[in-house]
């Protein structure tokens, strides 16, 4: 279930950025690919007529500490939790 969605377009124009919109796309894919955000997924769609859309939806604390851990962000120990 997607939570929310933006076209990058939209999303671009609504976020101040000065980066010119390419730019700006190519960074928003850097975090979507990477999954920097933490309590949500991220993903990428393109609709019908071409737009690319960044979707999102939040996910479990489980899948969190998980993705967390893997990166170094958390200990292994359930006591820091």
């Known amino acids: 279930m997607v939570a929310g969605a933006f076209d990058l377009v939209h999303l671009h124009a609504k976020s ?12 928003v894919r850097q975090v979507v690919s990477q999954q920097t955000l933490p309590g949500y997924e991220l993903i990428l769609t ?8 960044l979707n999102f939806k939040p996910i479990a604390v489980e899948a969190l500490t998980t993705r967390l851990r893997k990166r170094g962000l958390i200990s292994n120990s359930e006591d820091n939790l």
Do not use: T
């Open 46 to 53: 393109r609709d019908p007529n071409g737009s690319e859309r």
């Open 16 to 27: 101040g950025s000065l980066s010119p919109l390419k730019h700006f796309a190519y960074d």
